[in-house]
Nanobody, 115 residues
C-alpha cells in the first residue's frame, strides 16, 4: 500500500519561512505527478504546486515567487519551501501523488501564519 506522510508544518510569523516535506513509501517516479494542495477553513482545497516525473513544475499564482517545490529521488521525498509567508497561507497542506489510475493523499500538516 502506498503512503505519503507530510511533516514540517507549524506556527510561523508573517514574513517567515517553512519547509514542508513529504515522504513516499514508494519511488516518487511511481507517480506521474506529485504536488501540494492546501485547504483553509471554509475554503475549497486548492493546488499550490506540482512537479512532474520529468521535473516540470507549476505553481498557483498566489505563491509564485515565494514557494518552491523540489524533490529528492534518492530519499523518495518532495519538499515545499515556503518563504514570505502571510496569513492567507494559513491552511492544512496536503501532499499528493498521481499516477494514471489513481491519486494518493497524505494526512496533511497544519501551517499557521500569525504574529
Amino acid at each position: 500500500q502506498v503512503h505519503l506522510v507530510e511533516s514540517g508544518g507549524g506556527l510561523v510569523q508573517p514574513g517567515g519561512s517553512l519547509r514542508l516535506s513529504c515522504a513516499s513509501s514508494v519511488s516518487i517516479f511511481s507517480f506521474n505527478t506529485m504536488g501540494w494542495f492546501r485547504q483553509a477553513p471554509g475554503k475549497l482545497r486548492e493546488l499550490v504546486a506540482g512537479i512532474t516525473s520529468g521535473g516540470s513544475t507549476d505553481y498557483a499564482e498566489s505563491v509564485k515567487g515565494r514557494f518552491t517545490i523540489s524533490r529528492d529521488s534518492a530519499k523518495n521525498m518532495i519538499y515545499l519551501q515556503m518563504n514570505s509567508l502571510n496569513a492567507e497561507d494559513t491552511a492544512v497542506y496536503y501532499c499528493i501523488g498521481v499516477d494514471g489510475h489513481s491519486s494518493t493523499w497524505g494526512q496533511g500538516t497544519q501551517v499557521t501564519v500569525s504574529s
